[in-house]
T-cell receptor, first 114, second 115 residues
Framework: DAGVTQSPTHLIKTRGQQVTLRCSPKSGHDTVSWYQQALGQGPQFIFQYYEEEERQRGNFPDRFSGHQFPNYSSELNVNALLLGDSALYLC?????????????FGPGTRLTVL | ELKVEQNPLFLSMQEGKNYTIYCNYSTTSDRLYWYRQDPGKSLESLFVLLSNGAVKQEGRLMASLDTKARLSTLHITAAVHDLSATYFCAVDGDLSGGGADGLTFGKGTHLIIQP
């Protein structure tokens, strides 16, 4: 049973560029959440997708956008990259079964903005 | 704004000793999660605590939840070097009980266990 997968593993971009990160959820999961983890910090919630719609959003600017596809996979797009966007981007998947909200994390994409 | 505070943020201990990591949170949510992260790696789910008084144990780790005090603890018994990692607690903001929501994490406790 494949877990959560993310691509690419590492990415180097320059300021002002745009980036797209991809995530495939764990088999059977229907919800995808994205998190940003700066070095030495806890992950910060960016947004969550369910049924191809953004269900909830954290405190991130509109430069951060996303999409969920019918097969539940998801993309995170970041426009006009800033140096401060350098971080580990984690995708987590879960299943909408109350009360459980156990989120399973992928290996992450390490983004470096120069 | 939901806040999650962990302490200590850094802990160095010797093998064989016991210790406790504390996690305080500001919301009335009664769902709390513990994760482990090894350097350069992703997060591994350790425990899901869903109700007041919940206690879960796996090996040398035991987690508990007191929703009235808004406090969770992660207790380490007879620590071994392999438990060295960063431990995060997280709370979700879903107060309606309707389903999954984004998690709010603490800053993490960096645990080093000396042989």
């Amino acid at each position: 049973d494949a877990g959560v997968t993310q691509s690419p593993t590492h990415l180097i971009k320059t300021r002002g560029q745009q980036v797209t990160l991809r995530c495939s959820p764990k088999s059977g999961h229907d919800t995808v959440s994205w998190y940003q983890q700066a070095l030495g910090q806890g992950p910060q919630f960016i947004f969550q997708y369910y049924e191809e719609e953004e269900r909830q959003r954290g405190n991130f600017p509109d430069r951060f956008s996303g999409h969920q596809f019918p097969n539940y996979s998801s993309e995170l797009n970041v426009n006009a990259l800033l140096l401060g966007d350098s971080a580990l981007y984690l995708c987590a998947s879960s299943l909408q079964v109350f009360p459980y909200n156990e989120q399973f994390f992928g290996p992450g994409t390490r983004l470096t903005v120069l | 704004e939901l806040k999650v505070e962990q302490n200590p943020l850094f802990l160095s201990m010797q093998e064989g000793k016991n210790y406790t990591i504390y996690c305080n949170y500001s919301t009335t949510s009664d769902r709390l999660y513990w994760y482990r992260q090894d350097p350069g790696k992703s997060l591994e789910s350790l425990f899901v605590l869903l109700s007041n008084g919940a206690v879960k144990q796996e090996g040398r780790l035991m987690a508990s939840l007191d929703t009235k005090a808004r406090l969770s603890t992660l207790h380490i018994t007879a620590a071994v070097h392999d438990l060295s990692a960063t431990y995060f607690c997280a709370v979700d903001g879903d107060l309606s009980g309707g389903g999954a929501d984004g998690l709010t994490f603490g800053k993490g406790t960096h645990l080093i266990i000396q042989p």
